[in-house]
């Protein structure tokens, strides 16, 4: 097959000029052929699909696609339909893959344009980057491990992996900040978060602290399982650290674990427990 498509990861050959040249039109997405019925914006590749869309929706043909097994002799309107039903008859998957070597087969068009990336590859789009990624999966590893785009922080010099973790960072430098106080009696400490408050109550009221550190003589306990998580890339500094945004329950359920438990508590102090929880809610 001497003429070559030279678009870059395909490596498709024809054996004439105007294949290759209908083939091009699938990297770039022109469709030429335009449907000359007042109203209908549809385009195609060839004439050929033209006609057929002519002969499906204005002409209004019958289905010109029957299936010649015995006894069967049902029609379909495109080709594809009819090899799909084919293989209740054949047991055999009608869309096979083109690729020299490849032996595997599909039920529909879709999952065999989807498996012939596999041959193609995921290039890296990054300037001088020679990177082919055999799957998707793979091309996004590459990407977040070797192509890092930092963001910077506006206000100070810290710069971050993610658009998230700057939006969390840029609450430092707000002139207001929501402040959470301690509903215990007598407890002055305030925080910014609802998941220090919580850990704060859990630890420091009720002593709960669950969760201990695993590594041998280390000995220390903490209220909250994200907690420990965190503490480990101590021990283990290759460790990565907690991505809080994914494990971290929203800042309205701790609240509402917050006072759940206070409550809780209320009920069982009876008047010792304080009544003004003086609190802005984040």
């Not at 495109?78 to 039903?85: G, V």
């Not at 084919?86 to 047991?91: C, I, K, R, S, W």
Request: aromatic residues 8%.
């Amino acid at each position: 097959k001497p003429f070559v498509c030279t678009q870059d990861g395909c490596d498709k050959r024809f054996t004439r000029s105007f294949h290759l040249t209908r083939h091009q039109l699938s990297h770039s997405g022109e469709k030429p052929v335009r449907c000359t019925v007042d109203g209908c914006d549809a385009a195609f590749t060839t004439t050929s699909n033209l006609k057929k869309h002519m002969a499906r929706k204005h002409e209004r043909q019958e289905k010109q696609y029957t299936c010649e097994y015995e006894g069967c002799g049902k029609s379909f309107k495109k080709n594809s339909r009819l090899k799909i039903h084919q293989y209740e008859h054949t047991n055999l998957l009608p869309f096979k893959c083109n690729h020299e070597g490849c032996e595997k087969s599909f039920p529909v068009p879709s999952k065999l344009k989807r498996h012939e990336k596999v041959h193609m590859g995921y290039p890296c789009k990054e300037e001088g980057c020679p990177f082919l990624g055999k799957t998707w999966t793979e091309f996004m590893k590459h990407k977040r491990t070797q192509h890092i785009e930092l963001l910077q922080c506006d206000q100070c010099s810290r710069s971050f992996k993610s658009a998230w973790f700057l939006q969390q960072h840029q609450y430092v430098h707000q002139a207001e900040r929501a402040v959470l106080r301690c509903p215990h009696q007598g407890c002055p400490r305030t925080y910014t978060t609802a998941f220090n408050l919580q850990s704060h109550i859990l630890s420091f009221h009720e002593e709960q602290r669950p969760h201990a550190c695993p590594h041998p003589g280390c000995g220390k306990t903490f209220a909250m399982r994200q907690s420990l998580q965190r503490h480990g890339v101590v021990h283990d500094p290759e460790k990565k650290k907690l991505k809080v945004r994914s494990q971290n329950p929203s800042p309205s359920v701790l609240w509402l674990n917050i006072l759940s438990q206070w409550g809780s508590n209320c009920a069982a102090l009876g008047s010792e427990c304080q009544t003004d929880l003086d609190l802005q809610l984040p």
